[in-house]
């Protein structure tokens, strides 16, 4: 494929069938019936424990074996052995089916992207953006990265789930703060400030005493109100800069923001720091995953995979990154 | 009781003389804000004539009106009306310049002029935003002169609404330049 720019409407749908009768499909073969025999196992392996549990059960209970516990402890270690035994499977198959298939559905659909399914975007990173911090982060993990050069940005991206405590330390919760892929891209313009656009959750919640409480200055900068009312209505922004945050957010720029949003219909976070552009798109899906119940034969499985490709590499074109009209390169 | 509603009244007063005055500098600094981009882009101009005299030999009368308009424009103490009315006729003869430029394609190549060109067009950028900030700024403080009850103290405090910045119609020297750049990219 020519590259994500050309990735558009109609043009679609023969790239992706292209793509799944050159790059897919010659590898399905092997990997169902790898698939068909990790399901096997972990039937076989269910049946087993229901077949050893059943009898443990009753001679643990007949005889007392082990006093109250026995039969809650027998029951704990089957479980945890056949669990383990199924990650073991499933993780093995797993990677296969992200190395093999998901990586060479990527190249098809643009060879300047590198896929790595166990790395992705560091958690340093994450928090410096300081997109999302109304909690501190205290757990993060994310995999399924992508990395290349679009014309002329480069761009990563990877899914991410970062969380964090809540409670006292004796009776500390985790909670999500963030669940989907986060987006790094060189920005076109140079730039010194920090600059949020967030959803507008107050204004929509509390109308008028939503924008009043807006006013307030925010731990992400201060208050931004632009002219673009349709974008208003969606988006926040905070700046350290009024100026900096209209040189960053021209006009057509937050028409490019609005459209991206309506279409896709993800909630959108940016972060415009140090140079970059950050996007955390909220997804509750995990991505680029294999099946082991169902068919890995079904095309939908990677047209998904496919689409989910074009959203997050379309950023770089639908804001327009490739154009490098200004000092910066 | 009447020394309650008297200390009331002069707590609104307080607040809203302070509502005024925050806005009022906030549109006197968003207009400095616009000061400072203009004058990064004069500090551009003689750069960009140096450069265009040195291929386009026949532009001599153009060039001479450009720097004589930003040398009128950099003098320090003008009047914002003034500059405004300057810097709308350094546009236009920027335009002009841009325009030329089309016959001279060895100026175009030239690795200098596009820098100059990429540096222009951000200061234009710039200089944009800054005029979309100082009229936001002027709304607000135009809001509080012009709505009952802040305009009752804004007039008793000689406070009058201030002009909104239109970006001026002649001004095409940002879409020339990102033209010429877009179509080398």
């Not at chain 1, 076989?44 to 039969?71: F, H, I, K, Q, S």
């Not at chain 1, 300047?112 to 205290?138: A, C, K, N, W």
């Not at chain 2, 005055?21 to 616009?34: C, L, S, V, Y």
């Not at chain 2, 003034?82 to 350094?90: G, K, M, P, Q």
Request: charged fraction near 25%.
């Amino acid at each position: 494929m020519a590259g994500a720019e050309t990735v558009t409407g109609a043009d679609r749908d023969s790239l992706f069938t292209a793509a799944w009768e050159g790059a897919v499909e010659p590898r399905l073969a092997e990997i169902e019936s790898h698939r068909c025999q990790i399901r096997n196992r972990i039937l076989l392996g269910w049946l087993a424990t229901v077949a050893v549990c059943v009898p443990a059960m009753w001679l643990v209970t007949r005889y007392e074996l082990g006093g109250n516990d026995g039969p809650a402890f027998v029951f704990a270690a089957l479980v945890v052995g056949m669990g383990s035994a199924w990650s073991y499977y499933y993780f093995r198959f797993r990677d296969r089916f992200k190395n093999e298939l998901v990586a060479s559905l990527v190249t098809a659909f643009d060879q300047r992207l590198q896929y790595i399914p166990h790395d992705s975007v560091s958690m340093e990173e994450f928090v410096q953006s300081g997109l999302v911090r109304e909690f501190p982060v205290t757990g993060f993990e994310g995999e399924d990265l992508l990395r290349g050069k679009i014309g002329a940005t480069a761009i990563r991206f990877s899914e991410v789930r970062a969380t964090y405590q809540s409670g006292t330390s004796n009776r500390a919760r985790v909670r999500k703060l963030f669940r989907g892929v986060f987006f790094v891209a060189d920005f076109n313009k140079d730039f010194t400030g920090r600059t949020y656009v967030l959803p507008d959750k107050a204004q929509r919640l509390l109308g008028g005493a939503g924008q009043a409480l807006q006013g307030m200055r925010s731990a992400y900068g201060e208050l931004v109100k632009l002219e673009d009312l349709e974008f208003e209505r969606h988006f926040v922004v905070y700046s350290d800069s009024q100026i900096e945050a209209r040189y960053l957010l021209s006009a057509a720029l937050m028409a490019r923001i609005t459209d991206f949003r309506n279409r896709h219909g993800h909630p959108l976070r940016l972060g415009f720091v140090d140079s970059n552009l950050y996007v955390a798109i909220s997804v509750r899906r995990n991505l680029f995953e294999p099946r082991v119940f169902r068919t890995l034969s079904d095309p939908a499985l990677y047209r998904e995979f496919w689409d989910d490709l074009a959203l997050f590499t379309g950023v770089v074109e639908e804001l327009n990154l490739n154009t490098r009209i200004w000092t910066k390169r | 009781m009447s020394l309650t509603l008297l200390a009331l009244l002069a707590l609104a007063c307080a607040v809203t003389y302070n509502m005024l005055i925050r806005r009022r500098n906030a549109a006197e600094n968003a207009f400095a804000g616009i000061d400072v981009y203009l004058k990064m882009r004069y500090d551009l101009i003689p750069n960009l004539v140096e450069t265009v005299r040195a291929y386009a030999t026949h532009e001599r009368e153009s060039l001479q009106k450009i720097t004589e308009l930003r040398q009128a424009a950099a003098q320090p103490g003008l009047a914002s009306d003034a500059r405004v009315l300057l810097d709308n006729r350094i546009n236009v003869a920027m335009g002009g310049l841009f325009a030329v430029v089309e016959a001279y394609p060895e100026l175009k190549a030239s690795e200098n002029f596009q820098q100059l060109q990429r540096a222009l067009n951000e200061v234009e950028e710039r200089i944009s935003a800054a005029r979309r900030y100082f009229n936001t700024a002027v709304m607000e403080y135009n809001n509080a002169v012009q709505q009952f009850p802040t305009n009752l103290l804004a007039g008793a405090l000689g406070m009058h609404s201030r002009a909104f910045l239109s970006e001026p119609p002649e001004v095409h020297v940002p879409v020339k330049v990102a033209d010429n750049l877009q179509s080398r990219a």
